[in-house]
Structures are given as C-alpha cells and as structure tokens.
T-cell receptor, first 107, second 112 residues
C-alpha cells in the first residue's frame, strides 16, 4: 500500500537551532513530493515541492528539502529556526499525507 | 479573490443525521479532494475527483459520499453510517491530479 511516514511527532527546539524533519514514503516509480505547513489558525500551505531535477529544493522562509531516491526519503531542513516557525509540518506524496510533525520553537 | 471556500466553519449535528459539507473553488482546478484531519493522524484521504462527473474513493471512504456535478463544487456528505464522524474536514484542489494542492479553511464537524 502507498504510505508516507514522518518520524517525529513533536519536535521542540530553541530559536537558532537547526531543524531536520524526516519523511519516508513507499511508492513505486516517479513521485511528486511536497512539504506543507499549517500555522496556528491558518490554511495548510505549500512550503516546497519536488517534481524532478536537482534533488535539493528550496522553499519559502529558508526551508529546503533533499530527495534521496535510494532511501525513499524527502527530509525537510532549516539551518536556524525562528519562533515564527512554530507550526505543524506535513510531508505528502501525490495526494497522500504523513501524520504530521508539530514543531514548537522556544524563544 | 481566488481560493477555496468551505462552509460552514463549525457544524453540529445529532447522531444518525446525514450532513453535507460544502466546498467551492474558483481556481479553475480540475482535481478536488476531501481529507479528514484527526490529531496525530495527519490528513487522511476520503474521496478525490480528477474531473467533473467522476470521483474515486480514498483511504477512508466508508460512511461518506460525494458528487462532482460542477467543476467548482465538490460537496461531501457524512452519512449516519460513518462510525466516528466528529472531526476536522479539509477540502483541497489542484490544477491536475498530482500537482500542488490548495486548501480551504476547513469545517469542524461535531456530532452529538
């Protein structure tokens, strides 16, 4: 069955710490990969996407993700988080989503 | 102002009643989706439609029904057969079936 797994349920960081959120998927063939973010009280919105080409993709607000085909992974990174990054983050493959990771950044 | 409109934002129903959640988009997107969001479970796909007058079951379609008579509209009916209907429901659309999805604000359904 097709599935998307996010490794961390809740991550707590201090401001300026580096972030890496894991995402693995089980799909065959070519995939379109997404990270979405849901800030408190707001719509889900796209953070970044990968369709093809350079496996390191950059998104909004300093986020980036790396597609590693051999590991079926699409991990999200940010070198230095801010309090405003507090949100829930979802990895998606096509129209299937992971369980989400809640990020809390302490000022 | 383009986007996806879900209404109402909050909905209360008695157990045993069917209820229909509205989703309208003016983005001219072909594909539309319904998800259910529960704490710790992410978004689970209920139904999706890639073209007017056609739709497919997602991963948790039991107890739900949809229609897609117009490109801009994709209403979801939560039937009395849905064993645990209280949840947050999200509608989304995309230009084609595997492109970036745009989401509505959601409807929080409470069944008492």
């Amino acid at each position: 069955a097709q599935s998307v797994s996010q490794h961390n349920h809740h991550v707590i960081l201090s401001e300026a710490a580096s972030l890496e959120l894991g995402c693995n998927y089980s799909y065959g063939g070519t995939v379109n990969l997404f990270w979405y973010v849901q800030y408190p009280g707001q719509h889900l919105q796209l953070l970044l996407k990968y369709f093809s080409g350079d496996p390191l993709v950059k998104g909004i607000k300093g986020f980036e993700a790396e597609f590693i085909k051999s590991k079926f992974s699409f991990n999200l990174r940010k070198p230095s988080v801010q309090w405003s990054d507090t949100a829930e983050y979802f990895c998606a493959v096509y129209m299937r989503f992971g369980a989400g990771t809640r990020l809390t950044v302490k000022p | 102002d383009g986007g996806i409109t879900q209404s109402p934002k909050y909905l209360f129903r008695k157990e045993g009643q069917n209820v229909t959640l509205s989703c309208e988009q003016n983005l001219n997107h072909d594909a539309m989706y319904w998800y259910r969001q529960d704490p710790g479970q992410g978004l689970r796909l209920i139904y999706y439609s890639q073209i007017v007058n056609d739709f497919q079951k997602g991963d948790i379609a039991e107890g739900y029904s949809v229609s897609r008579e117009k490109k801009e509209s994709f209403p979801l009916t939560v039937t009395s057969a849905q064993k645990n209907p209280t949840a947050f429901y999200l509608c989304a659309s995309s230009i084609v079936g595997n492109a970036e999805a745009f989401f509505g604000q959601g409807t929080r359904l409470t069944v008492v």
